[in-house]
């Protein structure tokens, strides 16, 4: 699976699956990270826009792939101000 980082700041990643294990990095503005966990059910991916919002603050989000296929991509599009 693929993670497309369709935002304009760098994003933090954090991936769980429900058969145990994970991923995270951090995948710069407008590029893509491939994570694995292809043919997987319920991967869940927390990811944090980088810099955190103001005061020191995080915004975290957070979505729950179903089932994953072989050459998937989840594209990330977040709008900040």
Same mark, same amino acid.
Not at 29 to 51: C, K, R, S, Y
């Given at each position: 699976?693929?993670?497309?980082?369709? @935002?304009?700041?760098?994003?933090?990643?954090? @991936?769980?699956?429900?058969?145990?294990?994970?991923?995270?990095? *951090?995948?710069?503005?407008? $590029? =893509?990270?491939? &994570?694995?966990?292809?043919? =997987?059910?319920?991967? =869940?991916?927390?990811?944090?826009?980088? #810099? #955190?919002? !103001? $005061?020191?603050?995080? *915004? #975290?989000? @957070?979505?729950?792939? !179903?089932?994953?296929? /072989?050459?998937? /991509?989840? =594209? &990330?599009?977040?709008?900040?101000?």
């Amino acid at each position: 699976m693929k993670i497309y980082n369709n @935002t304009q700041n760098d994003i933090y990643y954090d @991936t769980k699956v429900s058969s145990g294990g994970g991923d995270c990095g *951090t995948i710069e503005a407008q $590029q =893509t990270e491939e &994570i694995g966990w292809d043919e =997987t059910d319920n991967v =869940t991916l927390h990811f944090v826009a980088l #810099p #955190p919002e !103001p $005061q020191g603050g995080v *915004t #975290p989000y @957070t979505v729950t792939i !179903p089932e994953s296929k /072989t050459g998937m /991509t989840v =594209t &990330i599009g977040l709008y900040q101000e």
